[in-house]
Nanobody
Framework: VQLQASGGGLVQPGGSLRLSCATSGSFFAFNDMAWYRQAPGKQRELVAR???????MYGDSVKGRFIISRDNAKKMIYLQMNSLKTEDTAVYYCNRRPPSSALWGQGTLVTVSS
């Protein structure tokens, strides 16, 4: 099983980005999935999660701004990030929920800066 996050980049405050996570294997359909992030000098934190029934939950810092979704046919996870703030700058990772240490990939860097 591999998880490949992509879509990061440099964006100005107030801008938007859409992250994608490609998965492989048959585990996807049976697992809740999530996006995590790790800012410089900080611990990794949960950003958003989505269950197999597509019930979504968000961290307080991104609620109302980010939207997590999944496409079971394509085995993809997405994170639509709107109204980005400088404090959203971090490496973003996808993983299952709860996370598996074997599934942490390289992540994708999001930099919010003017």
């Amino acid at each position: 099983v591999q998880l490949q996050a992509s879509g990061g980049g440099l964006v100005q405050p107030g801008g938007s980005l859409r992250l994608s996570c490609a998965t492989s294997g048959s585990f996807f359909a049976f697992n809740d999935m999530a996006w995590y992030r790790q800012a410089p000098g900080k611990q990794r934190e949960l950003v958003a999660r989505i269950t197999t029934e597509e019930i979504t939950m968000y961290g307080d810092s991104v609620k109302g701004r980010f939207i997590i979704s999944r496409d079971n046919a394509k085995k993809m996870i997405y994170l639509q990030m709107n109204s980005l703030k400088t404090e959203d700058t971090a490496v973003y990772y996808c993983n299952r929920r709860p996370p598996s240490s074997a599934l942490w990939g390289q992540g994708t860097l999001v930099t919010v800066s003017s």
